[in-house]
Every structure is written in structure tokens, then in C-alpha cells.
């Protein structure tokens, strides 16, 4: 243990003699290779493109004095990112590993058509996603990505959704592709849905087009 660390000792003073004081030459007047070689993976073929110029556009100089920051600033804005991995291979190549977010609806905001990604982020509806389901109203995204969240631990595949309704008590209406309309009470449950799923198999109420679960513990049917 003592001999590892004397090692890292001596390491670290070699460099600290390299870096700081041989010759008086400041860090920034030393020359390392420039970055020659980006990769960025995980978009498609466009996408990854566009993302690569503009890092391209910061004008890196070499991985020893990169600004990490102005990296991550871009890529947090670009709204089709979820997750991401920055990797520095030395000496002169970098590579930075994308998760693209999955759209999940549609929602107007101020007149434009956008996508609602997992990331919490609204793109434009550049993409043919017209089988996403579509939401009325104007819920927080935050709101939206919890009243997913609930509907994903519940039985409940949120595939048969064609439209959503939210309303400005905090309350949400499902409508299904089957047509059928789901009134949900405003502090809903996974129970809740599950409790509205199991009337919707049963074959004496599936002819029901609409199903009201605002009372707890209740379902009213109406055709």
C-alpha cells in the first residue's frame, strides 16, 4: 500500500515538474495534438451530423485544454438528446455516445404542433409521429410525464390512448382507440385504472363508450 502510493507521489511530481516549471513554459503555451477525429453516435444519420458541425464550430483545440462545459451546453440544448457520454481517447479523438429520447405525444403550444419527449423537452413536429396520442389542454410537461408514469405502472398499455383531455382542475380524460372515453378523478391511482381495465374486459360493459372513474372506488357507465 505505501509503495502504490509513493508510486502516485512520484507520478504526480513528474508531471507537476512537466506541466508547471520546466523551462517556466505555462500549460497553455505547450502544444499537443489538435483533435483530429469526432464521433457522435446515437441519432440518426442527419441528426448526428448537425450535432457534430456545431461541436466542430466551438473549435476545439486538443483534449489536455478542452472546455467540457461548452460541450455539455450544446448538447443539453438539443432537445432530441435523453442521455449522453462524453469520451476523451487519447491523443486525439473524442466521442460522445447518445441516447435519443422516446416521443411519447403531441401538443399545441402556441399554435405550433410539438413532440413531447421522455427527456421533458417539446421538439418540432418535424417527424411522422401522427400515431402518438394527441393532448388538449395546457398541463405542465412535468405534470404529464407524472400522469404518465402512473398509467406505465398500471395495466394499462398506454398504446390504446388516442387522445388525452387535460383539464384546468388537474384532471385528465383518456380517450381510447377503441372510442371509448375514461373520466379520471383527479388524485388517480394505478388502482384506479387497473379497477377500469378490469370492467372494460368484461364482456357485459365493453359496448360502454364512456366510463366514469371520478368517484372513488366507483365506475358509472354510460353508452
Request: aromatic fraction near 12%; charge should be positive; avoid cysteine.
Amino acid at each position: 500500500m505505501h509503495q502504490r502510493k509513493g508510486k502516485k507521489i512520484l507520478i504526480y511530481f513528474f508531471l507537476l515538474l512537466l506541466f508547471g516549471s520546466i523551462n517556466n513554459i505555462g500549460l497553455s503555451n505547450l502544444k499537443f495534438k489538435e483533435i483530429d477525429n469526432i464521433n457522435v453516435v446515437g441519432l440518426n444519420d442527419y441528426e448526428n451530423a448537425i450535432l457534430l458541425q456545431k461541436i466542430k464550430d466551438l473549435n476545439l483545440k486538443n483534449l489536455f485544454l478542452i472546455n467540457k462545459k461548452e460541450i455539455i451546453n450544446l448538447i443539453n440544448h438539443n432537445t432530441l438528446i435523453e442521455k449522453y457520454n462524453i469520451y476523451k481517447k487519447y491523443p486525439s479523438s473524442l466521442d460522445i455516445n447518445i441516447k435519443k429520447t422516446k416521443f411519447l405525444a403531441r401538443i399545441n403550444n402556441n399554435g405550433e404542433i410539438y413532440l413531447i419527449g421522455s427527456n421533458g423537452k417539446l421538439s418540432k413536429n418535424d417527424f411522422l409521429n401522427n400515431k402518438l396520442p394527441f393532448i388538449f389542454g395546457k398541463p405542465d410537461i412535468n405534470e404529464f410525464l407524472n400522469f404518465k408514469k402512473i398509467i406505465d405502472q398500471s395495466k394499462f398499455s398506454f398504446n390504446e390512448i388516442a387522445n388525452l383531455y387535460f383539464f384546468p382542475s388537474k384532471r385528465w380524460d383518456l380517450e381510447l382507440r377503441s372510442n371509448t372515453i375514461i373520466k379520471l378523478p383527479q388524485n388517480f391511482t394505478k388502482d384506479t385504472l387497473d379497477l377500469v381495465l378490469d370492467f372494460l374486459h368484461n364482456n357485459n360493459f365493453k359496448d360502454n363508450k364512456i366510463v366514469d372513474a371520478r368517484i372513488k372506488n366507483q365506475i358509472i357507465l354510460n353508452d
